[in-house]
């Protein structure tokens, strides 16, 4: 069984400013890990993903997230937010091994919100 | 990249009414679609796990009877919700994985309200 934990329900943050969005993971199995962010009323889309190699990742709109194995740690950051980074992030994992159909488990999402 | 619609995006159905959501693949073949429920200000709950062709997986908890899935084909799954109540409203989300991939497309969801 796996668990995702995000630390952090809500972030309120300044325009400019970086953020650090946590997450941990539990698991008894290797696995891939991913962030998804949802704007209001809509599906989730894919920032980045961790399936193996450099424990840097990078992804879309100027967000990077960096695994760290022993500490089960799976954190997203960007150096500047904007305004329209304002939306639900999801932190989530999956086995390695496919026999779950690679289903994904949530965390239970952080807010975060850019203020002027 | 791959992408996933479903429609309706939004639906108002009265209590006791059934109601049938449709998730497509439009660019690849989906050998697994998943179904989602999402409470508001909440995380994704996995509703069912569907492989084309089979019988959907449904999580603990779920009521296989109440919500029918159907993945006839390799680009089109289904969710019907049955004699639905209030308590069914909720942000229904499909996703889909190609075969031999790992990863995921998410559909934009569908806003379910039954009165």
């Known amino acids: 069984a796996q668990s995702v934990t995000q630390l952090d329900s809500q972030v309120p943050v300044f325009e400019e400013a970086p953020v650090e969005l946590r997450c941990n993971y539990s698991?008894?199995?290797?696995?891939?890990l991913f962030w998804y962010v949802q704007y209001p009323n809509q599906g989730l889309q894919l920032l980045l993903k961790y399936l193996s190699g450099s424990t840097l990742v990078k992804g879309i709109n100027g967000f990077e997230a960096e695994f760290n194995k022993s500490q089960t740690s799976f954190h997203l950051r960007k150096p500047s937010v904007h305004i329209s980074d304002t939306a639900e992030y999801f932190c989530?994992?999956?086995?390695?091994?496919?026999?779950?159909?690679?289903?994904?488990?949530f965390g239970k999402g952080t807010l975060l919100t850019v203020n002027p | 990249g791959a992408v996933v619609s479903q429609h309706p995006s939004r639906v108002i159905c009265k209590s006791g009414t059934s109601v049938k959501i449709e998730c497509r693949s439009l660019d690849f073949q989906a050998t697994t679609m998943f179904w989602y429920r999402q409470f508001p200000k909440q995380s994704l709950m996995l509703m069912a796990t569907s492989n084309e062709g089979s019988k959907a997986t449904y999580e603990q908890g779920v009521e296989k009877d109440k919500f029918l899935i159907n993945h006839a084909s390799l680009t089109l799954s289904t969710l019907t919700v049955t004699s639905a109540h209030p308590e069914d409203s909720s942000f229904y989300i499909c996703?889909?994985?190609?075969?031999?991939?790992?990863?995921?497309?998410f559909g934009p969801g569908t806003r379910l309200t039954v009165l």
């Open positions: 996703s889909a994985r190609g075969g031999g991939s790992y990863e995921q497309f």
């Open positions: 698991s008894s199995v290797s696995v891939y």
């Open positions: 989530a994992v999956s086995d390695r091994g496919g026999g779950s159909n690679y289903k994904l488990t």
